[in-house]
């Protein structure tokens, strides 16, 4: 199946900095990309879905000033965090869509990106 | 709107014995259907997935999955556990059409004791 990377796969900043996850499909065109939270022992909630392109759609509750997501090309999104607080330390993962020979849509995830603010 | 129940948050079976974990969804009309594994520390890896046709569906790892309309359910059955299945499982469900975003139950962590 198709790959999607994510860098760095763990990170660790201070308090009231920003930090840029990169999320990529390595070998198809994602013209939808995903970017998904995920709490300690808790199921994934999707944050937002960026097209390539455009402006990304937030979901209800995510911050858009706070999570700023850029999907400039085909392959590649990206998620910064701004002005990162201890509350924002989670595992953030990214998920690229293909749209598959059968018609229907692939969803591929990438590994996840454990972000430590301290 | 789509939900997804997973009534079990862990689930301990021994190595080699069957397993089934459980999954009820809710959404109007035929969903999409999947299951992910997701190991400590890493990325989900689709399972299986169900669309149409079969309700019996195969998956990967010798996994296997059944649709029940009348009962809104979505198991996920393994006739022998292996250690290495220890993991958390998640079910999700998405909309039918050509465009969907599945939305994920909260997982079930399934432990192996030798």
């Known amino acids: 199946g198709a790959v999607v990377s994510q860098h760095p796969s763990r990170v660790i900043c201070k308090s009231g900095t920003s930090v840029k996850i990169e999320c990529r499909s390595l070998?198809?065109?994602?013209?939808?990309m995903f970017w998904y939270r995920q709490f300690p022992k808790k199921s994934l909630m999707l944050m937002a879905t960026?097209?390539?392109?455009?402006?990304?759609?937030?979901e209800q509750g995510v911050e858009k000033d706070k999570f700023l997501i850029n999907h400039a090309s085909l392959t590649l999104s990206t998620l910064t965090v701004t002005s990162a607080h201890p509350e924002d330390s989670s595992f953030y993962i990214c998920?690229?869509?293909?749209?598959?020979?059968?018609?229907?849509?692939?969803?591929?995830f990438g590994p996840g990106t454990r972000l430590t603010v301290t | 709107a789509q939900s997804v129940t997973q009534p079990d948050i862990h689930i301990t079976v021994s190595e080699g014995a069957s397993l089934e974990l459980r999954c009820n969804y809710s959404y109007g009309a035929t969903p999409y259907l999947f299951w992910y594994v997701q190991s400590p520390g890493q990325g989900l890896q689709l399972l299986l997935k169900?669309?149409?046709?079969?309700?019996l569906v195969q998956g990967i790892k010798g996994f296997e999955a059944e649709f029940k309309r009348s009962q809104s359910s979505f198991n996920l059955r393994k006739p022998s556990v292996h250690w290495s299945d220890a993991a958390e499982y998640f079910c999700a469900v998405g909309s039918s059409g050509g465009s969907y975003i599945p939305t994920f139950g909260r997982g079930t962590s399934l432990i192996v004791h030798p």
């Open positions: 169900y669309f149409s046709g079969d309700t």
């Open positions: 070998d198809f065109q994602a013209t939808t």
């Open positions: 960026s097209n390539e392109g455009s402006k990304a759609t937030y």
């Open positions: 998920s690229a869509r293909e749209l598959g020979t059968s018609g229907t849509y692939e969803q591929y």
